[in-house]
């Protein structure tokens, strides 16, 4: 039995809307702690981890661990039903083929409930260590994303660049190339606004724009995202969702041609 | 009401209706084999107890419409429980558990190959579509990139041989007439490939295992066949026969292999010469982690245990035929089966070093292993009169080729070198008649596929480690459903017989 009400229902669509585009097809595990979701894209380059705490729901049973692979179109198509103010309660029983999402009107005059047929979905998950990183950059979600996109219109990667300076982003392709620097900036009005980097030593590393820009359709979920780069590890772009939890995208970096590389 | 009270109401209104060509409704109200006429009597009665006196005449009009609808049209739930019993078998059955299915949706089902194009194990894919549909995935062509792949190089060139510039009895050749078809499909798909990201490692043949030598007399054989027919097409001008035959005269000889070597070297490609059998040394390749998987059209890949092997990855792009991988474990998982079992499974079904036994097909060979465990259990209890075992059957032999074939991991390091463009332009243009812009515009693309930085891949910094929530409900269903699927075929496949 799987009872989840969410009162910010709204939330629910957004996290939606921001994974819909890199994965087609997912797992979302309940347990004691919380609603969470693990899933590679399809090229096993990028990987979205999605946690929404137990506590930041109105009700929140779940009787044991269990996990329902939803289509994320399908379910997006469902969400879509909702009203941006109702209120929505994701409920499975033990032992069914469906989950059910009900929606109620924030005056509790209407009530939809729409059931999904769920599938079979056998996918890796993946083991994240908890680790140190070299360089952290918490910037404002809005200017990341315009970044991203205006660098996209130029090349197809992005390179990351952290110094004392600040936080580089540079691009090159067939027209010609691009550099935006974003410096350490925490004399601003609104803490939303601030640009705050915290560097160990200096990094470098390569991206694809392409997953970026994908990322950043989360920016609606929070003021700030916060980048986290290592010479040796994935790349973490996180957007906290207040109260509840996070949701983080991991992208492994282009390597170049001469490493050695796992077969 | 007796049933016969119905059956004159019924009359009346359908006379109202037809009065003119009464005769042709009495002729056609009863289209019906006799069967489903009795059910009609039964349905009437059953419909009709004592107590149907008291009904109203609502519901009495209610039957009679229903009676009505179900006379016109022929059509009733119950029609198809009155068929005689064994009218539906066939093709229809197999899909039945598909659509008895619970009502969740299934992500990709694996599309089950032609069977007439399949190669090394006979009925395989098939066999494996049908109990391990698990162990298939169909994967696109682009998420290979940055992996290392190992191909089984013969039967890419005799796909080669076959398709690429082919039009009935000509190919592609050059000044001297010699067939470069080989050489045209070598190097686009390479290049193909490469573009992807994707590293290959040709292996080729070497020397056939004995046993294999009387499969190969069979396909000479079959090839001169083929040859005489052919030219009596020719006589007779026969255009699709010409091409059908033309393709069944392919052969690769060792010029092939060596012309696409060459080529290969001058690419930059890695180039591996198997001890024996090509397909062996890929399995061995990627067991030993040397390559992420093995390329092939030959099932026999599996049988020699290559962990990960790949279907249609040298497939031309316009075919937009989807790769299908196919995953060694999952696949004894699901047939629940050992290795040693599988391979048993494989030469039952009938692999290229010996002949099977007549009349045990993929799916009896599949209920004998899990019945009986191995080839020598099934040879003390199967019936003798009913199936032939061929007098000279060297399964044992068949046996040890593919648990110990004669494989290599001395091989120099895998490694992808810069193309040598005066090599390819002094090798293709001048001597085998490419044109040189399009040379000249291949050997960019490979360089420009090099220097582009590859992109790394999320398995390469964390690892995979088990999930621990449970699936809500999901396991116990599907076993069920795929099980009684099971249970069913191999039933009816063990009436046919």
């Known amino acids: 039995m799987l009872e989840l009400r969410l009162v910010q229902g709204s939330l629910l669509k957004k996290v939606l809307e921001a994974i819909r585009e890199l994965v087609t097809d997912a797992n979302f595990d309940c347990s004691g702690t919380g609603f969470s979701l693990q899933a590679m894209d399809s090229s096993h380059v990028a990987l979205v981890a999605l946690l929404l705490r137990a506590e930041g729901f109105e009700h929140y049973r779940c009787d044991r661990n269990l996990s329902m692979g939803m289509n994320l179109n399908n379910m997006a198509k469902m969400l879509r039903c909702a009203g941006n103010d109702d209120i929505i309660t994701i409920k499975a029983d033990d032992g069914s083929d469906t989950v059910t999402f009900m929606f109620e009107s924030p005056k509790q005059d209407k009530i939809a409930d729409f059931e999904m047929k769920l599938m079979d979905i056998d996918s890796e998950h993946l083991g994240i260590p908890d680790s140190e990183y070299q360089a952290i950059v918490r910037m404002p979600s809005a200017e990341f994303m315009r970044i991203c996109k205006d660098l996209s219109s130029i090349g197809d990667t992005v390179i990351i660049s952290v110094t004392k300076e600040g936080v580089k982003f540079s691009t090159s392709g067939e027209i010609g190339s691009a550099n935006i620097v974003c410096r350490q900036n925490q004399t601003v009005d609104k803490p939303e606004e601030a640009t705050v980097i915290e560097m160990q030593e200096p990094v470098s590393l390569t991206f694809a724009l392409r997953y970026m820009n994908s990322f950043t359709k989360a920016s609606s979920l929070s003021d700030q995202v916060t980048i986290s780069l290592s010479s040796e590890l994935p790349v973490v772009v996180e957007y906290k969702i207040a109260e509840m939890g996070y949701i983080r995208f991991y992208l492994a970096p282009k390597i170049e041609e001469d490493e050695e590389m796992k077969p | ?497």
Not at chain 2, 44 to 63: D, I, N, V, Y
Not at chain 2, 251 to 279: F, I, S, W, Y
Not at chain 2, 412 to 434: C, R
């Open chain 2, 1 to 497: 009401m007796s049933h016969s009270t119905v059956f004159s109401h019924l009359w009346n209104c359908r006379s109202a209706y037809h009065r003119q060509n009464r005769l042709d409704i009495a002729a056609a109200s009863f289209p019906l084999p006799s069967s489903s006429r009795c059910s009609l009597q039964s349905a009437t009665r059953a419909a009709s107890p004592p107590a149907l006196k008291s009904e109203t005449r609502g519901f009495k009009m209610g039957l009679r419409v229903w009676l009505l609808w179900w006379r016109w049209t022929g059509v009733s739930p119950r029609r198809e429980n009155t068929q005689p019993t064994g009218w539906s078998k066939g093709g229809k059955n197999r899909n039945s558990s598909r659509f008895l299915a619970p009502l969740r949706l299934r992500r990709r089902p694996p599309r089950a190959a032609a069977v007439g194009d399949e190669m090394g194990i006979k009925g395989l894919t098939k066999l494996l579509a049908d109990n391990a549909p698990k162990a298939m995935k169909e994967q696109k062509f682009e998420s290979y990139f940055g992996r290392k792949i190992a191909v089984d190089a013969s039967m890419s060139i005799y796909q080669f041989l076959i398709v690429v510039g082919r039009t009935g009895m000509e190919t592609l050749t050059n000044e001297a007439g010699e067939v470069t078809s080989h050489l045209q499909g070598m190097f686009n798909r390479t290049i193909r490939l490469l573009e992807a990201g994707i590293k290959p490692v040709y292996v080729f043949d070497g020397k056939p295992p004995d046993l294999k030598k009387q499969e190969l007399a069979k396909r000479y054989s079959k090839r001169e066949d083929a040859t005489k027919e052919l030219t009596e097409a020719v006589e007779e001008g026969d255009k699709d026969a010409i091409e059908k035959l033309s393709k069944r005269t392919v052969k690769v000889t060792r010029q092939h292999n060596d012309d696409c070597k060459k080529l290969l070297r001058l690419m930059g490609v890695p180039v591996v010469e198997a001890p024996c059998e090509a397909e062996a040394e890929c399995a061995a390749l990627c067991t030993n982690d040397k390559v992420y998987a093995v390329a092939s059209e030959d099932m026999d890949s599996l049988t020699f245990g290559a962990p990960r092997f790949l279907r249609h990855l040298m497939d031309p792009s316009s075919k937009k035929i989807p790769v299908m991988e196919f995953d060694v474990a999952k696949v004894l998982e699901e047939l629940e089966l050992t290795m040693d079992q599988f391979i048993d499974l494989c030469i039952l079904c009938g692999c290229d070093y010996c002949d099977s036994i007549k009349g045990i097909g993929g799916q009896t060979a599949l209920k004998l292993i899990r019945q009986h465990g191995s080839i020598e259990s099934i040879l003390e209890n199967l019936n003798k009169d009913r199936y032939q075992i061929p007098e000279d059957w060297p399964y044992q032999e068949a046996r040890r080729l593919f648990k110990e074939p004669d494989v290599t991991l001395d091989i120099p390091e895998l490694k992808w070198t810069a193309p040598d463009e005066e090599g390819l332009i002094s090798f293709l243009v001048k001597d085998n008649g490419f044109n040189e812009d399009r040379v000249t515009k291949a050997i960019e693309k490979i360089k420009s596929a090099k220097n582009k930085s590859s992109q790394g891949r999320l398995e390469s910094f964390f690892k995979p480690v088990v999930s621990t929530s449970a699936p809500l409900k999901r396991k116990e269903t599907s076993e069920k459903t795929t099980k009684a699927a099971a249970n069913k075929k191999t039933k009816a496949g063990g009436k046919k017989k």
